[in-house]
């Protein structure tokens, strides 16, 4: 299903000067820019976020190309991990932008850990524009085996 | 001057012979000064093996593999795309195309094309 944007019903009418205030409606319609009113919504930046899980470790990634690891945070707090940052891109002196894509400035996401982890030994690296995060798992919940005695 | 930027048109042309779903399209930063172009495209996972640049005739094509999976760990969630990067570029003709060198840093490739000498804007001091 695709999501439209809301008509305003053309009401039954017959009458021509109202089909052209209707008219000129639409064409307004049609120049307000999608992004007014929104563009918040595409001046942010979310970078994408993996979650993986081994018997030990979660393990979060996220793809943050070009970044300084200085300008990259990573804290947790109450079992959820919090990835935030800005990135700085150099302006150009004396240059002409043909394009500009790639986003410049702060960005957060935070993932809700499926369960608790051992805070004092969470490692992240950086490369290759990933930041890949290790968490151990807490040893409470790690996946236990018990033996069972079958008289 | 636009030609750099003409690409749009181009890379429709050229998406649709490939598979569109086999690769993304890398975000790019494209500037322009006297001395050439500079162009900076984001390929998160990809480092300098991975990358792929090629010039023929008046195209230049950039194609990043990614890195291949190295956690041996089950995927809960995932938002990245595993697929590899791939864009095509058609050039200035005031592009030295002998000239174009490449930097990868952190995911972010780092193109240079510089002008043939002969188009840099020169200042010509006037003789009193």
């Given at each position: 299903m695709t999501i439209t944007r809301w008509q305003r019903p053309i009401l039954s009418t017959i009458d021509p000067f109202e089909q052209l205030l209707n008219f000129r409606e639409e064409m307004n319609r049609l120049f307000e820019s999608p992004m007014e009113g929104s563009s918040q919504a595409f001046n942010t930046w979310a970078p994408a976020i993996d979650l993986f899980e081994d018997k030990d470790n979660f393990f979060v990634r996220?793809?943050?190309p070009g970044m300084k690891k200085e300008d990259i945070d990573v804290s947790l707090h109450e079992g959820t991990l919090l990835?935030?940052?800005?990135?700085k891109l150099h302006e150009a002196e004396g240059a002409r932008a043909h394009r500009s894509e790639r986003?410049?400035?702060?960005?957060?996401?935070?993932?809700a850990l499926p369960t608790a982890v051992a805070s004092?030994?969470?490692?992240a690296s950086y490369r290759d524009g990933i930041l890949t995060i290790t968490l151990p798992k807490a040893e409470e919940a790690k996946p236990k085996q018990i033996e069972v005695s079958v008289k | 001057m636009?030609?750099?930027?003409?690409?749009?048109?181009?890379?429709?042309k050229q998406m649709g012979n490939v598979s569109r779903i086999n690769f993304v399209?890398?975000?790019v930063d494209i500037y322009e000064n006297k001395d050439g172009y500079i162009l900076e495209a984001e390929m998160p996972?990809?480092?300098?093996?991975?990358l792929e640049v090629t010039l023929e005739g008046n195209e230049i094509t950039i194609i990043g593999h990614?890195?291949?999976?190295?956690?041996?760990?089950?995927?809960?969630?995932?938002?990245?795309?595993?697929a590899d990067y791939r864009r095509v570029f058609e050039i200035d003709p005031a592009i030295d195309s002998k000239k174009i060198s490449a930097k990868m840093e952190q995911g972010v490739l780092t193109l240079v094309l510089p002008k043939t000498e002969q188009v840099k804007p020169r200042k010509i001091s006037v003789a009193d």
């Open positions: 996220a793809e943050l990835v935030s940052g800005e990135r986003f410049s400035g702060q960005f957060q996401r935070s993932v004092d030994k969470v490692t | 636009e030609e750099i930027m003409n690409a749009v048109a181009q890379q429709e399209s890398p975000e996972g990809v480092n300098k093996e991975g990614r890195q291949p999976e190295a956690l041996k760990a089950e995927t809960m969630y995932r938002e990245s795309r595993m």
